[in-house]
């Protein structure tokens, strides 16, 4: 049993409650509810950031692309990028494939969600500033582009499902030991675990606040792993995160996302 903090659609305060890893199951004032039986929104309100290159066998895979024009060279800090609150969207959302676009990837994240102001923190105390965490699927068109993340493929309108909910901090013993899985359409397509990380949670937070300052509600992706899955239209995808649980999305045509054409 672990508390969590998660946001009804159409209520403007956060609510708690308590999840059951074993059952899947929520339990708010006393009632219990899977995920699908709620309408969830985003259960967070910072920027997010996502990392590139985290993951050893993603680098692996990059390395000998880094020293080829026009990078020359491997990165020696971390590589960060925005998910604008465009593209943020909750548990059970659909996300909208754009007109002429075939297929997007899936990109399984673990979300540190930030408790409070860290600026040039150490990783020996780098938890204390650590609110709890979440899932992130940070959508892609795929690109192979590696120092400058593209834009126009990431920051699309609801490219950033987030949810279901915020697992507190104290839940999780070991942050760099949580098996991440990813499942279309009810087949598993994905397994990785934040023990491949080459940044640790720790060691992220203190080179990236060493830079910039961090504030309460933000959050930052520890990276996504290598060997995307591949998602088309009417897929539904779920992220399982061990202890923290499952974000779980379908894929509809953008123009069927917005109630289709007008006039």
Known sequence: MSNVKFKPQGICQIKEGIYDT??????????????????LD??????????????KGEYKQLET?????????????????????????????SIPLPEGVGEVSVGAALGIVVSKTAKRIRKENALDYVDGYTIINDISIPHESLYRPAYKEKARDGFCP???????????????????RVYINGELRQENTTSNLIRSVEQLFEEVTDFMTLYEGDILLVGVPENAPIAKENDHIKIEIDQVGILANKIIKEKAAVGGDIG
């Open 42 to 55: 985003v259960p967070v309100n910072g920027t997010v950031y996502g990392t590139l290159l985290n993951y």
């Open 22 to 39: 074993n059952q899947g199951l929520l339990n708010v004032d006393g009632k219990q509810y899977f995920p699908d039986d709620l309408s």
């Open 162 to 180: 987030i949810g279901p909910w915020i697992l507190q901090r104290d839940a999780i013993e070991n942050p760099n030991e949580l098996g991440i």
């Open 65 to 93: 692309s880094m020293t080829e024009d026009p990078y020359k060279a491997p990165p020696k800090a971390p590589i960060l990028y925005i998910k604008p609150i465009n593209t943020h969207i909750g548990y059970g959302e």
